[in-house]
């Protein structure tokens, strides 16, 4: 039997190539090896998402763009968080098993607590409990499919752990191992992309290419890459430059040892860079573009997609149920 990999996918925001890079195409390969379960966390974007229109648009967006990305669901069980009923309940038996110090001890809860503190605010300010047991519904997602490994990034390898310790209580409790424990597999540092300024590409920074933008759109972002004052004449570093650290993502090994060679030799101003970047980026973009805008067009076959995609997955997520239910003294 193939071993289980699964992932969450917060629908927050346009996809950019940091994503594409940085999750989707690690996630996807992994689902070559494994037998991938992929979904959209939608229950955990409201914590944080309370406008109904953006949140709905923002979750069709996402799954199409995974879908437009090469996610194949036929093979990948493919689906939104929302259409298991099986996690919720998975999550309340969980609750029991889960100390209060635990979730205290949270990243993402410490930061806002922290926030609050400095600003002078109630230290509860803004805090939901559905951001307080992040971490429990988390577990649930993961604990419910057998999960083997979990592709995240480094941000949520605290949650992953989160996951192991309940999982643990259960089976020390019961004295039989009635959830499995997942592995975290984490994203090396070298997807680390960075952005228009240099740091992380980050929605945050405001400094993302986005993966779906029209091609003037794209083009327009790319010319943004902030440069130093060289001039055109002067010979570049192309390891200290971003626009030849994106590049290399896109272009083949004659291509970025042919740039190399340009920066080296100097006689090639910024703009020229950029117009270079922008034609491998488009390259590699418009077949995903069209696919995404295609999908789009088509909302019914897409939440068809995700339904097909639950049906598959209730099943595996009710065995789990049952046999805790039945380790636990709750069956009849
Ligand atoms: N917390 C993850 C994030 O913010 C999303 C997520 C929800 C997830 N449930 C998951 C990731 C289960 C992996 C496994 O990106």
Redesign the pocket.
């Known amino acids: 039997m193939k071993k289980i990999s ?5 629908p927050t925001g346009d996809l950019h190539i940091g994503n594409y890079f940085g999750a989707i195409k690690p996630a996807l390969e992994l689902a070559k090896e494994y037998d991938a379960r992929y ?1 959209i ?1 939608d229950y ?1 974007a409201l914590n944080t998402m309370k406008d109904a229109k953006d949140l709905n648009s923002t979750i069709r967006q996402v799954a199409a763009g995974w879908l437009a990305s090469g996610l194949d669901p036929e093979k990948v069980i493919f689906y939104r ?1 929302s259409s298991i009923p099986e996690v919720f309940e998975l999550t309340t038996m969980l609750m029991a098993f889960t100390s209060k110090g635990l979730m205290n001890r949270a990243h993402a809860y410490k930061a806002a607590v922290q926030d609050n503190n400095e600003k002078g605010d109630d230290t509860d300010a803004g805090i939901n409990m559905g951001l307080f047991t ?1 971490p429990v ?2 577990a649930a ?2 604990i419910i499919f057998d ?1 083997d490994i ?4 480094k ?2 390898v605290q ?2 752990e989160m ?1 192991q310790d309940i999982a643990q209580s259960v089976n020390a409790n019961y004295g039989q191992q009635v959830l499995k424990i997942p592995q975290a597999a984490v994203q090396e540092d070298s997807a680390v992309i960075p952005g228009l300024d240099g740091r992380k590409m980050s929605k945050s920074y405001n400094n993302v290419i986005p993966l779906f933008a029209p091609e003037k759109t794209l083009r327009k972002t790319i010319m943004r890459i902030t440069t130093n004052s060289q001039t055109v004449e002067e010979p570049k570093n192309p390891d200290e430059s971003q626009i030849y650290q994106i590049y290399k993502l896109f272009a083949d090994n004659d291509e970025q040892a042919a740039l190399a060679v340009r920066y080296r030799a100097g006689g090639m101003g910024w703009g020229e860079a950029k117009e270079e970047l922008f034609r491998v980026v488009n390259r590699c973009l418009s077949p995903i573009r069209e696919r995404y805008d295609a999908i789009m067009a088509d909302i019914p076959a897409l939440d068809k997609i995700l339904e097909q995609g639950a049906q598959r997955a209730r099943p595996i997520a009710s065995a789990t149920v049952k046999r805790f239910r039945k380790a636990a003294g709750i069956d009849y």
Do not use: C, E
């Open positions: 699964l992932t969450g996918i917060k979904f966390a955990h968080q992040y519904l988390m997602d993961i999960s979990v592709p995240v990034g941000d949520q949650h992953i996951a």
